[in-house]
């Protein structure tokens, strides 16, 4: 197995949590400022109408990796209750935007991520690539969190156009972090798209479970992450101790 040259890392569920309520009021800021706007909605059908729409832009996106955004699904639901909308009308942008701002109030990092990095971040290049639909808020997140200085690479989905799994994610990643694919790690908790894809692009990916043992509810999203196991031959950490004693085995070490 290839020496690791660079680091990749998801963000949500890996790097960093949500409050539980963050969902729940974001939505409630998104239908409050619809109403603002002059679109007069009710929030729980619009909720539900929203839900149905997320779930039928979710099976597109499965079927062909392109990202969505959420300017679609406001204005899908938007249409089903009576109203036209267009998915750029400014009410739209601006619900979006409102939305938003409650995962940016409610996001938290995982303690002990801030020392991991910084430990990483002078032995390997240090990327990040993360599915979200709308890049400014999760590039916010990034900041306000005080992430965005460890790392040399940032990739959203939603400035990519496709989303992980899919292989172009990947390889944007690679070509970023300038090393061979399998001298890359990539740091995920989803199954499927972090472990699955990683492995299909040929970098060498490891589980973290740490959200799972500890029973913390994952950040809401477009996609939530598989409940699949991987199975055994793939690694797993459940703390940021498990990793950096993988960096530091036989196993995984930095090429001299």
């Known amino acids: 197995m290839r020496h690791i040259k660079a680091i990749g890392f998801d963000l949500f569920n890996t790097l960093i949590t949500m409050k539980p309520a963050a969902l729940q009021d974001a939505l409630r800021r998104l239908t ?8 007069a909605v009710e929030h729980g059908p619009f909720v539900k109408a929203h839900g149905e729409a997320v779930l039928a832009f979710l099976e597109k996106t499965k079927q062909d990796g392109k990202e969505s955004h959420n300017r679609f699904w406001i204005s899908s639901a938007l249409t089903k209750l009576g109203h036209s909308v267009a998915p750029d009308e400014p009410h739209i942008s601006m619900a979006v935007e409102t939305y938003f701002s409650a995962f940016i109030q409610y996001a938290r990092v995982i303690p002990g991520t801030k020392e991991m990095l910084s430990t990483l971040r002078g032995r390997y290049r240090l990327g990040l690539l993360s599915n979200f639909t709308h890049p400014p808020a999760a590039k916010n997140i990034i900041s306000q969190l005080g992430l965005a200085p460890f790392f040399e690479v940032v990739l959203i989905s939603g400035d990519l156009g496709y989303r992980k799994p899919h292989p172009l994610v990947f390889q944007e990643l690679i ?11 990539y740091v995920g908790d989803d199954p499927e798209a972090d472990v699955a894809g990683a492995m299909q692009a040929g970098l060498q990916p490891v589980w973290t479970t740490y959200v799972r043992d500890n029973h913390i ?17 793939v690694v797993r950490i459940s703390n940021w101790k498990d ?3 993988l960096l530091d085995g036989n196993r995984y070490t930095e090429d001299l």
Do not use: F, H, Y
């Open 32 to 39: 409050s400022t619809l109403k603002e706007n002059g679109v």
């Open 243 to 245: 990793l950096l004693s």
């Open 217 to 233: 509810s994952p950040a809401p999203g477009m996609l939530g992450p598989t409940e699949v196991d991987p199975g055994p031959e």
């Open 175 to 185: 070509k970023q972090l300038g090393v061979r694919e399998d001298q890359i790690l």
